[in-house]
């Protein structure tokens, strides 16, 4: 990496590993149970969140000396809603059914606990290269995150993955149905979503002991 | 040989696999260990003896079931006549039913220890723990709390969520939350829903024959009641167990058996059995209140289950099964005896208005079970409170009358 130095790169390495927006800070839940039933959406999801957060930090970051800092909040709601916005509309635009299918959860992107707390805690007292770079490598912690659930949770409950049968099909008995196996129900619920991201938690602890909190 | 094998054991205790043969040694013999200083509670029960008793007092409900499972199908086949002169009737326990029941039944229980034990054994094994005999009652409990046609592999996989997600990850036998054997269950309703109700599944060869000339159905008594329809099976069917359901369920007789034989050992809580059968009963009057009263019109959806008369609900389905051995599980249910009482008494309430309120879940117990398994800690903190406040409370209004003038003193910084 010489493109970046260490310390740059560290803004996008740390949120992919061990400083995880989902899995070690715990934030952005709501959206990671919503919408990863399905791999698809979770990849269109991960994509927008990438763009809110990249363009948005650097906003922020430009903007900050001038920001007053008791109204900075709505400052930054304005910007992202506008970038929410700019994604909920091209997305109505050439993706029309995935559109509908993420429904109310792209304009919920405004209230995602991640972007307001990378605007606060980072944008705010860093340069636009810096918050660029900070916004992109916490929403790819984030969208990594998303896209194993939904693989997982696509791959288990519907047998598909991007909507392709790679376990056969289930009316036809092809491929694994045929010697009895069945989609697993439970995978499609939202609750299903939690314990996907409490294994990766586990996993993720067990393998990085330091990770884990005095009790 | 018993000196050679404890000889074994303390030679090897720091070996990989120690817990797993020291889970058998202590399975089969008793320890030689002994505590050297200090004062202890001797008991004459162990964690193993505890799970065994429990063991013991299901073994009948599963022998019923393996004869149930056989009779429901030849009965469906219109093989055999429907059995009517008492429990002893000659036509239920014949050896083709026990054998048919036996072929079934056998393999879940394998399947569900085997797979069970397996896990339980390598979580002992990775985290350097003694084993644990949690296990040894849910492998019981789970076959009998499924339908008989279930295909062992989503048992094995229900089984291997549950005793890991609703086991290890909290540290194992006796730091649970839920229930392992209604996590399983739980899994499985919600992952193979059409493997855990309906009409095809109660009846050993129904799913095999759906379509075909030779179909058989059997619909629980809470399933048809659900449909609005009525069914044909009379109280004493359902007392004795004569009626389909899950293998262990069905048979109100020997759960009730099986409870007493638990409540004279002081195993599980006679509390929460009572205030579960009053919880149930409540609820049940309070739904034929409204029928009776007029409320509701027949043509509502739940006219049929909420006429179904109160006392009944504790025939059918799993409710007297869930009662005596599930809800009275020491680890997952309320410790303190008042608290006991809450918490028995809304399993009852809510597994009834379960059943009637939602068809989609015609068997509300286990659900009501684990929704009381999570708010049990909080009824008895609340227990504990209230007890530390009446406890303050007559403290103010106590005189106390010191012996000698100088422990006055000690006694009001104690007070203060």
Not at chain 1, 31 to 38: C, G, H, K, P, V
Request: with cysteine; hydrophobic share 50%; charged share 15%.
């Amino acid at each position: 990496m010489a493109l970046l130095s260490k310390k740059d790169a560290n803004l996008i390495k740390d949120p992919l590993t061990d400083n995880n927006p989902i899995t070690i800070q715990v934030l952005g839940i709501c959206s990671a149970l919503a919408i990863t039933a399905e791999l698809k959406a979770s990849v269109v999801m991960a994509i927008s969140v990438l763009f809110v957060m990249g363009v948005g930090n650097v906003v922020i970051s430009l903007i900050r000396n001038i920001i007053p800092s008791k109204i900075r909040i709505i400052v930054q709601l304005v910007v992202v809603a506008t970038l929410v916005i700019v994604v909920d509309q091209v997305l109505k635009a050439f993706a029309y059914d995935l559109s509908k299918t993420l429904s109310v959860f792209i304009g919920l992107i405004i209230t995602n606990c991640i972007i307001m707390g990378r605007f606060e805690a980072f944008a705010l007292g860093n340069g636009p290269r810096r918050a660029f770079l900070d916004g992109i490598g916490n929403a790819l912690g984030y969208g990594v995150i998303l896209v194993i659930v939904g693989f997982f949770r696509e791959l288990l409950g519907s047998g598909t993955l991007f909507g392709i049968k790679v376990l056969g099909d289930p009316i036809a008995k092809t491929g694994l149905y045929s010697i009895g196996y069945e989609n697993n129900g439970f995978m499609i619920i939202p609750p299903a979503a939690l314990i996907v991201v409490g294994i990766i938690i586990w996993v993720q602890r067990s393998r990085n002991r330091a990770l884990i909190e005095e009790a | 040989m018993k000196e050679k094998l404890h000889a074994f054991r303390v030679k090897n205790q720091d070996k990989k696999w120690f817990p797993v043969f020291s889970g058998f040694h202590t399975f089969l013999f008793t320890p030689k260990e002994t505590t050297h200083n200090g004062t202890h509670i001797k008991g004459a029960d162990d964690l193993k003896r505890t799970m065994n008793t429990v063991v013991m007092s299901l073994v009948p409900c599963l022998i019923f079931g393996m004869f149930n499972t056989g009779y429901q199908h030849y009965l469906a086949l219109g093989e055999i006549e429907a059995v009517s002169n008492g429990f002893f009737s000659a036509g239920f326990w014949t050896m083709d039913n026990f054998l048919l029941g036996l072929w079934k039944v056998l393999p879940l229980v394998i399947v569900s220890y085997g797979v069970g034990l397996a896990i339980e054994f390598l979580f002992c094994v990775i985290k350097k723990h003694e084993i644990e005999e949690g296990y040894l009652v849910t492998g019981m409990l789970v076959p009998l709390i499924v339908p008989v046609d279930l295909p062992l592999w989503m048992l094995a996989v229900a089984v291997a969520f549950g005793v890991v997600i609703g086991k290890e990850v909290f540290g194992g036998t006796g730091m649970n939350i839920l229930n392992p054997a209604l996590t399983i269950r739980a899994f499985l309703f919600f992952a193979y829903p059409t493997w855990m109700s309906g009409d095809k599944v109660w009846v050993h060869g129904a799913v095999d024959t759906a379509g075909t000339a030779d179909a058989i159905s059997g619909e629980t008594v809470l399933g048809s009641l659900a449909q609005g329809a009525e069914h044909s099976y009379s109280l004493l069917d359902m007392f004795y167990g004569f009626i389909p359901g899950s293998v262990g369920e069905t048979s109100a007789l020997l759960i009730l058996l099986g409870g007493l034989f638990l409540v004279f050992t002081k195993i599980a809580s006679w509390r929460i059995m009572v205030s579960a059968v009053l919880g149930s009963l409540a609820m049940g009057l309070i739904f034929n209140g409204i029928v009776s009263a007029g409320w509701l019109p027949e043509y509502s959806k739940f006219y049929t289950l909420m006429s179904f008369p109160y006392w009944q609900h504790l025939l059918v389905g799993g409710l007297a099964f869930g009662i005596v051995f599930m809800a009275t599980d020491p680890v997952t249910g309320s410790q303190t005896n008042k608290g006991k009482w809450y918490y028995g008494f809304f399993i009852g309430f809510l597994s009834v208005m379960i059943r009637v309120f939602n068809p989609g879940y015609p068997e509300g117990v286990f659900l009501a079970i684990l929704l009381m398994n999570v708010f049990a800690p909080t009824i008895d903190h609340y227990v504990v409170r209230g007890n530390i406040k009446k406890r303050l409370k007559r403290l103010k209004t106590a005189t106390i009358y010191p012996r000698t003038s100088d422990e006055v003193d000690s006694l009001k910084t104690e007070t203060a």
